[in-house]
Each structure stands twice: as structure tokens, then as C-alpha cells.
């Protein structure tokens, strides 16, 4: 099944998660990597963030698993087009087993990708990322997850508009709001450090003058600007925009939150 996910990839489209370039940016100012230090993103997409990562922070080995043979594919070729080696970017196995020994690991991120996750999965996830994580290390999310106050009969309600307009549900209502997820981490031998909104964070992913990022830059320009050239894209482009208008007349009922949590040791 076509999902929105497609699109995305089909045009090169580079930090999808709340507050986007400057989610990316706030994410990289917190975890900011010493030398040396090993890291991994669930759900790379299209590659930016691990672009962004390698190209600004030496020494750093950045490591991702993507379930999407389409995304992966698009990163692999971003990696190349900017001049940077792809072979840390791996397909993420169906059983949802990380191809790393456990403890290897300083810190793993993701960005939107677990809280669109089945709940099979997301355990599944939450218990790979603790044994490949070292005792101590950390784990951050930028996550859209439902605003306190909302009901589950309207979560359940979106979630099915949403899978039948874009192919993905909206967000998992077994672990509803950011208090949740404390709960959830908790249970999965971590501790919370940090759980704040990302509406209130002014963050900025400084220009830095890279000619591998202005390739990655272009990379992701001429991506988007394949619509110009595809009847079959920009139909789906005007349909998206139609569908996002129909879903933002409504309250806000997400919110983007930034998580830091540590692996107990
Ligand atoms: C909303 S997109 C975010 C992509 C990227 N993190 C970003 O912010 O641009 C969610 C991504 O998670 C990936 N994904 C979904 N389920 C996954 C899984 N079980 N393992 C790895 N990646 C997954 C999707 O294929 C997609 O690329």
C-alpha cells in the first residue's frame, strides 16, 4: 500500500517531524557527540539528521536501520550525491533485531518514528534499544503524541482518518500523552531526564559551511522540485495539501515533545 511515507521519499523530503530543520537542530544541541562516540537513528527517512551529524561533528560514527526499502534507498543515494559513505545506513530486520552486540552504543535518537509504531513493535523497540545502548548512555525522541485532554474515542476517531487519507495512523493511543511515555521508559529500565514540548524551544541548526551539506541541500531541492516533471506527483502533492487543510481547521490535538532519557546502569 502507498503511504504518504512514499511521497515523502519519492521527493527527497528531509526532516519530517515536529518543528522540522529546527527539531533537528535542538535534537543536535542536546545530545551534542563527543569524539569517538558511536550513535544510532531508528527510521532515517530520506538521511538528513545522520547527514547533518557526520558532516558537523568529527569522530562521530553514525549508524541507522530504516524499515523502508523506498526511504533507505533515497539516504543511500543522498549519502552518495553529498560524497559521504552510506555503509552505515541498513535496512531494519522484519524481527526487529538490531544487527549490533548489545552495549556498543553512546546514544540513539529517533525522530517521529516510534510513536506511529504498533505496540508489538514499539516494545519490541524500546527492549533492542536498551541492550544496544551502554549502561549510562542515552536515548532522545522527538515524538508527536496526543495533548493531555484528549479522549480516546477522538484518538481512535483521527487515527482511522488518518490511516484512510495517508496510510499511517496519527499516533499510538496505548501510550497516549507525554506522561505516558515516562511510564513507558520507566518500565523499559530507563529514567526520564527531560519531556518538554517543542513548542516553546527556539532552536536553529546553524549554517555551516560544508560542501557536502549544500549537496545534501541540493539533493533534497531536486527531489522536490521532481513534481515539476511528474503529472502523478503533483496530483498527489495538491490531494496531500487538500487532505493537511481538512486536518488543521481542526483543535490542535498533537503536540510534538522532546524526550532525553538514560539507560539505567
Ligand atoms: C515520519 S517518518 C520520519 C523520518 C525521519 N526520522 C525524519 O524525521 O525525517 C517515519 C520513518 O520511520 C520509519 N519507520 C517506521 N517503522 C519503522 C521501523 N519499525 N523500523 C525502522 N524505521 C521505521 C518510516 O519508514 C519512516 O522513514
Same mark, same amino acid.
Given at each position: 500500500m502507498q503511504t504518504i511515507l512514499d511521497f515523502y521519499a519519492r521527493t527527497h523530503t528531509? !526532516?519530517?517531524?515536529?518543528?522540522g530543520r529546527a527539531g533537528t537542530g535542538y535534537l543536535l544541541q542536546q545530545m551534542a557527540p563527543k569524539p569517538g562516540s558511536r550513535l544510532l537513528e531508528i527510521g532515517?527517512? =530520506?538521511g538528513q539528521t545522520m547527514l547533518e551529524l557526520t558532516c558537523r561533528y568529527n569522530g562521530v560514527e553514525v549508524f541507522g536501520l530504516e524499515k523502508s526499502a523506498e526511504m533507505l534507498r533515497v539516504a543511500q543515494k543522498r549519502f552518495a550525491f553529498s560524497g559521504?559513505?552510506?555503509?552505515?545506513l541498513q535496512e531494519m530486520p522484519a524481527s526487529l533485531h538490531f544487527p549490533f552486540p548489545s552495549n556498543f552504543f553512546e546514544a540513539v535518537y529517533c525522530e517521529s518514528v516510534l510513536a506511529i509504531l504498533t505496540d508489538a513493535d514499539l516494545a519490541k523497540m524500546w527492549q533492542e534499544i536498551g541492550r544496544v545502548l551502554r549502561p549510562g548512555g542515552y536515548f532522545f525522541l522527538n515524538e508527536s503524541v496526543w495533548r493531555e485532554g484528549v479522549s480516546m474515542a477522538r484518538m481512535a476517531e483521527i487515527n482511522q482518518q488518518c490511516i484512510e487519507a495517508?496510510?499511517? $495512523?496519527?499516533? =499510538?493511543?496505548?501510550? $497516549?500523552?507525554p506522561s505516558d511515555w515516562k511510564h513507558l521508559a520507566e518500565e523499559q529500565g530507563f529514567e526520564m531526564l527531560r519531556c518538554i514540548s517543542m513548542e516553546g524551544i527556539r532552536a536553529r541548526l546553524p549554517f555551516q559551511m560544508d560542501s557536502r551539506l549544500f549537496r545534501s541541500h541540493i539533493f533534497s531541492l531536486a527531489g522536490k522540485s521532481s513534481m515539476l516533471f511528474s503529472v502523478s506527483l503533483w496530483k498527489k502533492q495538491k490531494l496531500l495539501r487538500r487532505l493537511f487543510q481538512q486536518f488543521a481547521t481542526?483543535?490542535? !490535538?498533537l503536540e510534538g515533545v522532546f524526550f532525553w532519557c538514560r539507560k539505567k546502569d
Open positions: 528531509p !526532516y519530517l517531524h515536529a518543528l532515517f527517512g =530520506t559521504v559513505s552510506a555503509d552505515r495517508f496510510g499511517i $495512523p496519527q499516533a =499510538t493511543v496505548t501510550w $497516549p500523552y481542526k483543535e490542535p !490535538y
